[in-house]
């Protein structure tokens, strides 16, 4: 329903071919190299919504939530700026005043624009405007490279920058949120290397000494704030091992799952939860100035 499942069966030259009419009528982008495809739709919050090598499909996607536009996706890479988890009661201050600020930002609701193509490459980007001004009074500018066309076609490239475009500090709290397809009743045979000595878990409210996790609990939200490595491995029984790493600019990373659902997510974030109001691990983008990151997904 939602693309050509045949599509990445035949070995193809690094291309993007744009698609007017994909989900929901949405325009939707499809990256080919060699055996490996990616899809994004812009409009949709900007998110990659496939990433299959040899018909191997590494991410999993609610359909209906991503054609219900009152909904948020479940499923796909969606992006999160300027901030990534929930603010205390979902508001910040700043200079006295108060707004409120949605769990995990702006940009995953947002229409992204289409800047450049080139080969297996898309460039995407989301600008402030005088909506995003009214809960978030700075002027900017998140761009994303979506990149297929890297040696070998078995990596997809995410690249983000941020640029500030206004005449003051601009505080940004950056995050990813891919969901890895891992069917509910393998959890339990599911590896995950990563080592660190600090979490806070998010269902009980508590920080604690880290001292591993369960996929197969009924909620796993587990925030490693110290991760001793910019890397890991996510081992799934019968497939091949999916390996994530990302940039120093990403300090946290979550563990989110559900009971009885199929995904698994592993998420890059910038700083711990509730950063706009703490300030713990906050960035901030001087006038004219610009940060960025990557991830990677190598199958």
């Known amino acids: 329903m939602f693309s050509d499942r045949h599509d990445n069966s035949t070995r193809r030259p690094p291309e993007a071919r744009r698609i007017a009419r994909g989900p929901g009528r949405m325009e939707l982008w499809r990256l080919f190299n060699g055996a490996a495809v990616a899809e994004v739709i812009p409009a949709r919050g900007g998110l990659v919504t496939r990433f299959a090598v040899d018909g191997d499909e590494v991410l999993y996607l609610d359909g209906p939530s991503l054609i ?6 479940r499923g796909g890479i969606p992006v999160l700026f300027p901030i990534a988890g929930r603010l205390k009661e979902d508001r910040y201050s700043l200079g006295g ?38 809960t978030f009074p ?11 066309g890297r040696a070998g076609g078995r990596t997809l490239a995410l690249e983000q920058e941020v640029e500030n475009l206004g005449d003051k500090p601009l505080p940004v709290h950056l995050g990813l949120h891919p969901y890895f397809a891992v069917p509910d009743d393998q959890k339990g045979r599911v590896k995950i ?18 001292a591993g996790f369960d ?18 491995v996510l ?12 940039s120093p600019l990403f300090k946290v990373v979550v563990l ?9 997510c592993v998420e ?6 509730n950063a706009l109001n703490s300030g713990e691990g906050l960035l901030q983008v001087a006038p004219g100035e610009k940060i960025s990151g990557w991830f990677l997904i190598s199958v």
Not at 68 to 73: A, E, L, M, T
Not at 235 to 246: I, Q, V
Not at 268 to 273: I, L, V
């Open 215 to 232: 996929l197969q609990s009924s909620e796993l939200d587990l925030h490693l704030l110290d991760p001793k490595q910019s890397e890991t």
């Open 97 to 134: 005043d108060s707004y409120p600020m949605r769990q995990h930002g702006l940009a995953r609701q947002a229409a992204w624009s289409v800047v450049d193509v080139a080969g297996a490459r898309i460039i995407i980007e989301f600008r402030s405007n005088p909506a995003t001004m009214s």
């Open 268 to 273: 890059p974030w910038t700083a711990p939860g």
């Open 193 to 210: 290397d990563l080592a660190a000595t600090r979490a806070f878990d998010n269902v009980t409210g508590e920080e604690k000494p880290y």
């Open 138 to 148: 700075f002027r900017f500018c998140l761009r994303m490279t979506v990149d297929l």
């Open 68 to 73: 219900d536009r009152s909904k948020n996706v």
């Open 256 to 264: 989110w799952t559900l009971r009885y659902k199929d995904y698994v």
């Open 235 to 246: 081992t799934l029984p019968d497939k091949a091992p999916r390996h994530l790493s990302w």
